[in-house]
């Protein structure tokens, strides 16, 4: 079974906008990854949050942990056309050495 | 420095056929990790080996054996393919067997049982 569950499943912006992802998750985590992939590529690691932190910042990426509602966000600000690709959320568990990976979020940026 | 290498890069078997999927880091890590991934889908872990000399099942494992040659390969075997088992496949290895770092992945082997 799924641990994170991103929203929206799919989302098309201008470029120059920012996109916001969301991930839900089940279980008590030790830390929270964000990974993009590109289309047909393998997935390349974005950012980690500790289950400690709160909000984490590399670049143009903002993400946020709220483990009282077991959520994380992304921000990606001032998007540009090149951050098109899928992201995903991947949960690292208190009881496992498991990464758990949620479906994705598809991420179109128009020029 | 190439990172994680996947051969092949694509596969069409047919029902009952057998493979092994290849992978091989040169990144000197410990743990080494399978995954499928199906459309519109996240990956989901097949196996694992958080060390040399180790191998565990993951979320998925039936119709799976793996190997892990060395500290730098880690191999996966289809006995007996079933179309079920079409998917990409994804390698990926992490430098220790903690939570707190990062996965490095290969670029995927795509494979269609007929």
């Known amino acids: 079974s799924q641990q994170g569950e991103e929203d929206p499943q799919a989302l098309s912006i201008q470029e120059g906008e920012n996109a916001t992802m969301n991930c839900s998750y089940k279980?008590?985590?030790?830390?929270l990854q964000w990974y993009r992939q590109n289309s047909g590529r393998g997935l390349v690691h974005l950012i980690l949050?500790?289950?400690?932190?709160r909000e984490k910042h590399s670049g143009r990426l903002r993400v946020t942990l709220d483990t009282s509602k077991k959520s994380s966000s992304l921000l990606i600000t001032a998007s540009r056309a090149a951050d098109t690709a899928s992201y995903f959320c991947?949960?690292?568990?208190?009881?496992?050495?498991?990464?758990?990976f949620g479906s994705g979020t598809r991420l179109l940026v128009r020029p | 420095n190439a990172g994680v290498t996947q051969t092949p890069k694509f596969q069409v078997l047919k029902t009952g056929q057998s493979m092994t999927l290849q992978c091989a880091q040169d990144?000197?890590?410990?743990?080494m990790y399978w995954y499928r991934q199906d459309p519109g889908m996240g990956l989901r872990l097949i196996y694992y080996?958080?060390?040399?000399?180790?191998?565990d099942k993951g979320e998925v494992p039936n119709g799976y054996n793996v190997s892990r040659l060395n500290k730098r390969e880690f191999s996966l075997r289809l006995e007996s393919a079933a179309p079920s088992q079409t998917s990409v496949y994804f390698c990926?290895?992490?430098?220790?067997?903690?939570?707190?770092?990062?996965?490095?992945f290969g670029p995927g082997t795509r494979l269609t049982v007929l």
């Open positions: 990926a290895s992490k430098e220790r067997p903690g939570r707190d770092n990062e996965q490095f």
């Open positions: 279980t008590s985590i030790n830390n």
């Open positions: 949050i500790r289950s400690n932190e």
């Open positions: 991947a949960t690292a568990e208190d009881s496992s050495y498991k990464l758990i």
């Open positions: 990144m000197n890590h410990n743990s």
């Open positions: 080996s958080a060390s040399e000399g180790t191998t």
